[in-house]
């Protein structure tokens, strides 16, 4: 089936750094991807939408300048969350839409902590 | 704006106990419904489909329906294990967008 690998599972970054998070199609194209963000006990909160060849759709609320988006392929989008603060400190999950329309396949999660 | 909504948010059932959890969603216009597992610091996986032309699926021990008229789903999960412990999260697609509910925490008592 249709699989998502999201690197790294884990990451730990001093205040002011940037953090990078990668998410690949293993055995698909993924012309868009879906990256969201998720808070404990809450639903994912959809972020931007990472389309291949053009500029990402951010979401009402996101700051493209703070997540930068990158769809360079069509089996890698990237999300660099720049000059990182405590405040950012999250869940984060990509996602492609499976050819066909079956549904929706999601990454392995990102758990970002700024210290 | 579609609103998803899971009933109950958290409950717990001895092993061998059948499971109901409840998704409702606001707007009927949807093109799927879909429901999904996740367990603590993971990502999603996918446990069934169901198209809006479909009533229902399953999979093994599990069973989702669907009532698009009144915006309901229901996951059955039969003779439950502790493996089964997780959250179980449904998402409805429609009008290009994905969203979710908050999610039903589960936790089986062996």
């Known amino acids: 089936g249709a699989v998502v690998s999201q690197h790294p599972s884990r990451v730990i970054c001093k205040s002011g750094t940037s953090v990078k998070i990668e998410c690949r199609s293993l055995d698909f194209q993924a012309t868009t991807m879906f990256w969201y963000r998720q808070f404990p006990k809450q639903s994912l909160m959809l972020m931007a939408t990472?389309?291949?060849?053009?500029?990402?759709?951010?979401e009402q609320g996101v700051e493209k300048d703070k997540f930068l988006i990158n769809h360079a392929s069509l089996t890698l989008s990237t999300l660099t969350v720049t000059s990182a603060h405590p405040e950012d400190s999250s869940f984060y999950i990509c996602?492609?839409?499976?050819?066909?329309?079956?549904?929706?396949?999601f990454g392995s999660g990102t758990r970002l902590t700024v210290v | 704006k579609q609103e998803v909504t899971q009933i109950p948010a958290a409950l717990s059932v001895p092993e061998g106990e059948n499971l109901v959890l409840n998704c409702s969603f606001t707007?009927?216009?949807?093109?799927?419904l879909q429901w999904f597992r996740q367990d603590p610091g993971k990502g999603l996986t996918s446990l069934l489909l169901i198209q809006s032309s479909q009533r229902e699926q399953t999979s093994g021990r599990l069973n989702a329906s669907l009532d698009k008229s009144s915006g309901r789903s229901t996951l059955y999960i039969a003779a439950s294990q502790p493996g089964d412990s997780a959250t179980y999260l449904c998402?409805?697609?429609?009008?290009?967008?994905?969203?979710f509910g908050k999610g039903n925490q589960v936790v089986v008592i062996p």
């Open positions: 707007d009927s216009a949807i093109y799927n």
């Open positions: 996602s492609a839409r499976v050819q066909g329309g079956d549904g929706y396949t």
């Open positions: 990472s389309n291949e060849g053009s500029k990402a759709t951010y």
């Open positions: 998402a409805v697609y429609g009008n290009n967008r994905l969203a």
